[in-house]
């Protein structure tokens, strides 16, 4: 039988037992713009302000200002801010109601919408769109064509999947002592992530539509609800499947899951008198943990009720635990190999040996270099499947999905790995070259134009490749403790940014590459509490996700040519470097953002920029 009040008690302790890992998946879950993204306006207060001043003309309004507090993350919302001015212009020069946004007049309704990760990338596609039409180089068009497809791509297969894959790692939380950050990679693991984001893109597209009829919106909004918890329980579902059961589940339900959502009003209130503190830190995870609560509750009665499709949401233990005997069955052997894995591991000596302990950095790999590795392989891989055999975590053998189906080189992802020199050198290049990557395409998009970022003249933002490496290698030895690694990362990379700030300015006559004056809890303009939370989850995610993944791939290549490779980088990085000590790369789009920005604001660009010391 229903009970909110029950609900919220079982939530309460699944929170409690997982605080630091919901906190975080939220706090993710803003930054990509799938949820929960509204909170970070809250806390740039100066910066909204300054942005609503400007939206609101002779008694008109331009383009509806809630796409100001839809994405958290300097670069993309700073995009956002320069896409209310382009698509206002473009708009215009079309002839279009300018006070109106996909057909919403301001006010609360286009407010919600354009609330929505939805939402940004609509905004996005305009910019894209009214980018395109003003290009009349052909070189141009194919750039901003790129810059923008490369900013789709993420939102695809990042931010409108992540609310997925945030709903299975809570679905878990609500019944195991421990959650596996492995996790994350659960749909890539079965191969079913593009799976998800088609069926994420469809609900997506339905519910923009949807909108368009305003009464439509809001109701289509609840019966959508359970889509991506459905998802998260069987990736395999098709996008017609997943939403067909959806509606199903919710027929009824509906006013029952508003007054769920009216119940946080009083937390939702407390976000705001606390500039979004309070959200990130306590509510946001709670209301996300309430939520599968009332997805078992609704789970559990559709199944009773027998609605056509519950046949397809068959992880039983991903609901309650499975028994000693079913554990020994699917993992007798692996039961066996933890009793009898060795107690020691053989570390190499001397100043080698130093180097790799300390720093994770192998100069050489030789055969006990070699040995060591293939243990800490094997003792992480048996560490994982230690909480499951011990019904701690979910058991993923009792995984509907047939195992045959996993992806085995996902498994390989120890963190505890020590990295070759070649492997360091060019892991400072991928890094510092989709920061560049990143940072073009989102100027192309939102300027319509191609700008060379940073103070280097090559593709490369060395202070990503710096941050990267610096927290690969300083903060080794806290890798296995990830809520120490996080907050070393942000003192790391706060000093990292705070010093090349100050480099930069000192040595190039006070000039900024970039400027945080009216963040929250900025210091000196220089680094920012928003910028150095993102620079803490991406951190994590080096550590622990994206290096290894990389890793795994530099392996594969012969030294003959991943020498040479990092020889060439070197050299014209080094060349690169003593020209821009003299010549460094300044101007529009670079330094200079005053030429087209609104009387009282702070040059937006200045605080996208990233450079090096």
Request: hydrophobic share 45%; net charge positive; charged share 20%.
């Amino acid at each position: 039988m229903y009970s909110r009040g029950a609900m919220k008690k079982k939530a309460k302790r699944a929170l409690k037992r997982h605080y630091l890992l919901f906190v975080a998946v939220c706090l993710i879950a803003g930054f990509l713009g799938s949820r929960y993204a509204n909170t970070t306006g809250q806390v740039n207060v100066k910066v909204s302000e300054s942005k609503e001043k400007n939206v609101v003309e002779n008694g008109k309004t331009t383009v509806v200002t809630g796409f100001a507090y839809t994405l958290n993350g300097r670069s993309l919302r700073e995009l956002k801010e320069r896409l209310f001015e382009r698509a206002e212009k473009w708009l215009a020069d079309a002839g279009l109601d300018k006070t109106k946004v996909l057909g919403r007049s301001r006010g609360v309704l286009a407010a919600i919408v354009n609330m929505t990760s939805s939402g940004t990338i609509l905004m996005t596609i305009t910019s894209a769109a009214a980018s395109l039409a003003a290009a009349g180089n052909p070189l141009l068009l194919l750039l901003i064509a790129a810059g923008f497809l490369a900013v789709l791509f993420v939102w695809f297969c990042l931010s409108n999947t992540y609310t997925a894959v945030a709903a299975r790692i809570f679905m878990e939380g609500r019944v195991y002592e421990e959650v596996p950050a492995g996790r994350f990679l659960f749909f890539l693991r079965v191969k079913k992530w593009l799976n998800v984001s088609l069926v994420m893109l469809r609900a997506t597209v339905y519910q923009v539509l949807w909108w368009m009829t305003f009464v439509g919106g809001f109701i289509k909004t609840y019966s959508y609800r359970m889509v991506p918890y459905i998802t998260a329980e069987n990736p395999s579902l098709s996008s017609k499947e997943a939403i067909t059961l959806s509606r199903r589940m919710m027929n009824g339900h509906k006013w029952e899951c508003f007054k769920l959502d009216l119940s946080f009003i009083g937390w939702h209130i407390l976000n705001g008198i606390t500039m979004g503190i309070s959200g990130k830190l306590f509510s946001n995870p709670y209301r996300e943990t309430v939520y599968c609560e009332y997805y078992a509750y609704l789970r559990a009665l559709a199944k009773q009720s027998a609605i056509r499709g519950t046949e397809f949401l068959n992880d039983r233990y991903l609901f309650e635990t499975a028994s000693q005997e079913e554990r020994t069955r699917v993992y007798g052997q692996e039961i066996k190999q933890l009793s009898e894995l060795p107690r020691q591991d053989k570390k190499a000596g001397g100043i080698l040996g130093f180097l790799a302990d300390v720093f994770g950095v192998a100069l050489v790999h030789n055969k006990q270099e070699q040995e060591y590795e293939a243990y800490i392989e094997k003792s992480a891989a048996l560490r994982s499947l230690q909480s499951e055999t011990s019904g701690k975590s979910y058991p993923t053998r009792l995984c509907p999905l047939k195992e045959e189906e996993k992806r085995k080189k996902l498994r390989n992802l120890c963190y505890e790995r020590h990295y070759s020199v070649w492997s360091v050198i060019m892991l400072y290049f991928i890094f510092s070259f989709i920061g560049w990557v990143w940072e073009v395409s989102l100027h192309l998009i939102s300027d319509g134009e191609f700008v060379n970022r940073g103070v280097l003249h090559g593709p490369w933002l060395p202070i990503y490749g710096t941050g990267g490496v610096l927290i690969l290698i300083l903060l080794n030895k806290f890798r296995k403790k990830p809520m120490l690694q996080f907050m070393l990362t942000v003192v790391l990379c706060g000093c990292v940014e705070y010093y090349t700030a100050w480099y930069l300015e000192t040595t190039h006559g006070g000039q900024k590459w970039w400027d945080y004056s009216g963040y929250f809890l900025n210091l000196h303009g220089r680094i920012c509490a928003e910028g150095l939370l993102v620079f803490g989850l991406g951190g994590v995610a080096i550590v622990y996700l994206v290096a290894p993944l990389l890793d795994n791939l530099l392996r594969r290549i012969s030294r003959k040519i991943l020498i040479p490779l990092c020889a060439v980088l070197l050299v014209l990085y080094c060349a690169d470097q003593r020209y821009s000590s003299v010549h460094p790369n300044t101007g529009k789009g670079i330094t200079d953002y005053a030429y087209d920005m609104p009387a009282g604001r702070t040059p937006a660009g200045m605080r996208e920029g990233r450079e090096t010391l």
